[in-house]
């Protein structure tokens, strides 16, 4: 069955309009060169390499390829939830030949920016689109660390004191994408970092909810919140 991808319009306006050629994924990795021909490339989509950077891999007959979205924002990563992609779906891809940046990892050669322009449901479509974790706005725990950290004040007094250390925490993520019930697991020691990590967390912007057979659930999340001077 084909689906509908409701941000491909604006992903494909937001590229140029370059000639595009359809090859498999081990031509286009020999591609030599940078030119301004946007390949397509159809593969089975195999696995999220790094949710929070939305970088995926396709498979195909040929071998594997990496690809970075056009846009690797919030609302990009909602979008792509919503649009119910899952391991196993049959998705063409159009975009350039070029090195993808990862922090932390070192780059790949693949494609990017990669738009998806079409996608077919795979044989296990149902059963994984219809069960989820929660997400913090569409992506992975580490986007929501840096988000923490963003927004962490570290309080003046526990500098003075040189106090430091991780506060484990466990919260419920609702039905509707509300954070509540967050609970200290494990103190730093310091009550003032501790209420600092619970005072961070629950002023979050609202998450993706669980989703089991289709329907919203409350879900509990664990989180470290570390401090460290």
Do not use: C
């Amino acid at each position: 069955m084909k689906r509908s991808f409701p941000f491909v319009l604006l992903l494909l306006l937001s590229l140029p309009v370059y000639a595009q050629e359809s090859v498999s994924i081990a031509t286009f990795l020999k591609i030599k060169g940078a030119d301004k021909t946007a390949y397509s490339v159809k593969g089975v989509l195999a696995e999220t390499i790094r949710q929070e950077e939305l970088v995926f891999l396709l498979r195909d007959d040929s071998g594997d390829l990496v690809f970075k979205l056009s846009d690797d924002g919030p609302e990009a990563a909602m979008a792509f939830r919503s649009s119910e992609i899952v391991p196993g779906d049959t998705l063409t891809i159009s975009g350039m030949r070029k090195r993808i940046f990862m922090k932390g990892e070192r780059t790949r050669v693949g494609m990017y920016p990669g738009t998806v322009v079409n996608h077919m449901e795979g044989p296990n479509h149902a059963a994984l689109a219809a069960n989820w974790s929660p997400s913090f706005r569409g992506r992975g725990k580490a986007y929501f660390s840096e988000w923490v950290n963003r927004h962490l004040k570290y309080p003046p007094e526990s500098k003075k004191r040189n106090s430091q250390g991780p506060v484990d925490l466990t919260f419920i993520v609702n039905e509707d994408g509300s954070v509540s019930d967050i609970i200290v697991v494990h103190s730093s020691g310091d009550s003032l970092l501790d209420a600092e990590a619970v005072r961070v967390v629950s002023s979050s912007p609202r998450w993706f909810p669980a989703i089991v057979e289709n329907e919203p659930i409350k879900a509990t999340f664990n989180f470290t919140v570390i401090f460290a001077l």
